[in-house]
């Protein structure tokens, strides 16, 4: 039956004089569908939330919601005095718990000028290391797993078991580990701790073949991964992003090189970057990352002196001189930075947070449309984020 | 004596209503138990392919009851529909999947000389059809669910068939060529000097991939796919229903390894060594190990993506199965 779209009127037939609507040309009537993957989804590790729209599979705009998950710590760390503020910290993002604490505690010597110890500062960065590499197991594993590989995640969590017990033999702690204090540290390390770690830096580069076998060398990983997500340098840039997200767009910045801390300087590693910035790239760079750290930890062992771990008798209230100071360190996920101004109390005035997790998810509508649905999870599980960090 | 009994036999048991009613409870029987040995197997390979040890609890002996609490678990859950969800629909479409689930064993031979419950001529035929019923229901469950993560998983399941079934059926076509029938037994008996996967060899290959994707199992589990789209058209069921759908699932891992086995290792014909073992067995033990093949791929792969399932099986596998096809039929004209 032809149908005359100009007047609307369906000619012949017992139908003729009745005008109908037809809308668009004579295809069905198609629209676009919102979903709304999260705040409960398997795969948003936790409670981000993303608005999609999608025509089929294909994801024409894509906004993440933030805030399920704010704990206001930094209003809380108003209220609570330097001390405190360790414990506070280092449960924003709980995977890198030690990256956290050391970065306020770097803020707090560095505004009262304070000289830390040599062999605190090499126990800080072998633990600070330790604790890179059980973040970045973490999502080597989650990865897979998003991507419908069961098996690394396991493995990531036997190797994760390992480098727990070990840290919890120095700290006593197995994921928020307040090993941190203003001047240096809790404790000494323990007897035969460098053995410890000595022998599982063996194990765990050893294991890390397991990775490369059932994921980088997977062909049907190379397809689910390799030119899907690509982010430009450019817009990683406009962004801020940092951490494995940035260099796996090619550009070497790390504040462990560019602007070192603790004895980071005195340490031989690379930072391994990306070609063309895809989802292959960023798990890529992950994976490399955890070789340099492991690198740096054997460095650590030749090097580490003996001495004290604080620089004497610290007072109870701290009181850092009036004044502002801003540290930024390379944790786990990208750079993170305290902002901190005192007014020469106990407490902070005011300690602002730049989290890597908030500035890396915030670049997820200018990546995300023009790709699929299942592509999404890709592209999700590589950008490598903790909720907790993103929402504070 | 005897005669009397004689009688009685020809009276009752052989009425053909008794044995229908035998067959029935024996298919049933292995609808329900065979799925669990799978279901077993699968959790204890996978947990110590991944370090971990696996249910170890109930039962005692390393957790072989598991699958029975399980189901007593999933009887007990309370039984859930949405409120926007079509009621009638959503209600039956667990039956449409499981019913051909249950129809294929009717016709999988498990031994020689009448160790199936029917020789049907149209065997292959009928296990091949029969079993793409199931996404009729996949497609129930995904659009009555209300739910728009069960209608991309049942959308994805359709669209996953249109892939797998042509090479499948193909695969299988070059078997029953050389065979010169369509009955299972009568493809089993016909491979008692050789077993088609020597000259089948790209046909096997291709009849496992399609079963994989048949049974949406990794790598090509995209329609269920639990990290994106949660559970595909099974999210909105619980309880009793959502064991039907699992039910299912493993029951045909063990109709297609069964009917695999059949087509192209040879069914109960026996290794020229060992020919002691009985036919039953054979067969037995190779729906055994091409299931923990299943089993094993779903431990090592990550998820293809539906577009890339497509252009493979339209790409490669109906090519190759088509050329399979042809050189069956000149060697079947030639020799």
Redesign the interface.
């Known amino acids: 039956m032809a149908v005359d779209v100009k007047s609307g009127i369906l000619p012949g037939g017992p139908g003729e004089g009745v005008e109908v609507l037809v809308s668009g040309s004579a295809d069905l009537a198609t629209e676009e ?1 919102l ?1 709304n993957i999260g705040p409960q ?3 948003t590790h936790g409670v981000l939330r993303l608005v999609i729209a999608l025509d089929g ?1 294909m994801i024409h705009s894509a906004e993440p919601v933030v805030g399920y998950m704010h704990r206001g710590f930094e209003k809380m760390a108003e209220v609570r005095d330097y001390r405190q503020i360790i414990a506070l910290v280092n449960r924003h993002d709980w995977l890198s718990a030690f990256c956290n604490e050391l970065g306020v505690v770097l803020a707090v010597e560095k505004l009262m000028g304070l000289d830390v110890p040599l062999r605190a500062q090499w126990i800080r960065v072998m633990m600070a290391e330790w604790n890179r590499i059980l973040n970045h197991l973490m999502f080597l594993g989650s990865f ?8 690394p995640m ?2 990531a969590f ?1 190797e994760r078991e390992d480098i727990q017990e070990l840290m919890e033999a120095a700290t006593g702690a197995r994921l928020h580990f307040t090993y941190n204090r203003i001047g240096g540290l809790k404790e000494d390390l323990p007897r035969g701790f460098m053995q410890h770690s000595a022998a599982l830096v063996k194990k765990i580069r050893h294991r890390m073949d397991d990775y490369a076998g ?2 980088l060398g ?1 062909e ?2 190379k ?2 991964t390799v030119g899907i997500g690509k982010l430009p340098g450019s817009v990683a840039k406009e962004f801020g992003c940092s951490g494995p997200i940035l260099q796996a767009s090619g550009i070497a910045e790390d504040s462990r090189k560019t602007e070192p801390y603790l004895t980071y300087d005195q340490c031989e590693f690379e930072v391994p970057i990306g070609v063309q910035g895809d989802s292959f790239d960023r798990f890529n760079v992950l994976f490399q990352r955890v070789h340099q750290s492991l690198s740096i930890i054997e460095q650590v062992h030749d090097k580490m002196p003996a001495g004290p771990i604080m620089p004497g008798k610290m007072p109870k209230n701290i009181k850092p001189p009036e004044g502002w100071i801003y540290a930024r360190t390379e944790n786990p996920l990208g750079e993170c930075g305290y902002y901190l101004v005192s007014k020469g109390g106990k407490e902070p005035w005011r300690l602002k947070m730049r989290t890597p997790s908030f500035s890396n998810v915030s670049m997820l509508p200018a990546l995300l449309p023009g790709n ?6 890709a592209i999700l599980g590589s950008v490598f984020f903790v909720v907790g960090d993103v929402d504070r | 004596m005897i005669a009397v009994s004689q009688q009685i036999f020809e009276q009752y048991i052989n009425n053909v209503w008794i044995i229908f009613g035998l067959k029935i409870v024996a298919v049933v029987g292995l609808f329900l138990t065979a799925p669990m040995v799978v279901g077993y197997v699968e959790h204890k390979t ?1 947990a110590h ?4 040890l696996g249910p170890m609890e109930a039962g005692k002996f390393h957790g072989w009851a598991q699958l029975i609490a399980d189901g007593v678990k999933f009887i007990q859950k309370e039984d859930i529909t949405p409120t926007a969800a079509d009621k009638f629909v959503f209600t039956i479409a667990p039956g449409i999947v499981m019913v051909p689930a249950i129809l294929v064993f009717f016709v999988v031979p498990f031994g020689p000389n009448g160790w199936w419950a029917e020789n049907l001529d149209v065997g292959v035929f009928f296990a091949l059809a029969i079993s793409s019923i199931s996404v009729i229901g996949m497609l129930a469950a995904g659009w009555s669910s209300a739910n ?1 993560f069960s209608l ?1 998983g049942a959308v994805r399941g359709a669209a996953q068939l249109i892939a797998y079934e042509l090479p499948l059926l193909l695969a299988t076509a070059a078997v029953v060529m050389q065979a010169g029938t369509l009955s299972l037994p009568g493809i089993a008996a016909a491979q008692s000097h050789y077993w088609y996967v020597l000259p089948q060899f790209a046909g096997f290959m291709l009849f496992i991939i399609a079963s994989l994707a048949e049974l949406s199992r ?2 090509f ?2 329609p269920i ?6 559970f595909g058209h099974m999210t909105e069921y619980t309880g009793v229903k959502f064991a039907f759908f699992l039910l299912t699932e493993y029951a045909g891992i063990v109709s297609l390894s069964a009917i695999a086995s059949v087509l192209f290792l040879g069914g109960w014909q026996p290794l020229p060594l060992i020919k002691f073992v009985p036919g039953p067995l054979w067969i037995l033990g190779k729906t055994g190990i091409l299931s923990f093949i299943v089993i094993w791929l ?11 399932l497509q252009k493979m099986a339209w790409k490669y596998m109906i090519p190759i199965a088509l050329l399979d096809i042809l050189l069956t039929g000149i060697f079947k004209v030639v020799f």
């Open positions: 569908m979903l989804h398997p795969s599979e897979g797993l998003e991507l419908g590989a069961m098996t396991f493995y036997r059932l994921l997977n049907i990983f397809q689910r699929l649905l299942p592509d999404l999870i | 996978l392919m991944q370090a971990r728009k991309i990794p790598p589990d995209m796919a639990d990290s994106e789209i949660i779903r431990a090592t792969y990550p998820r293809l993506r539906e577009d890339q």
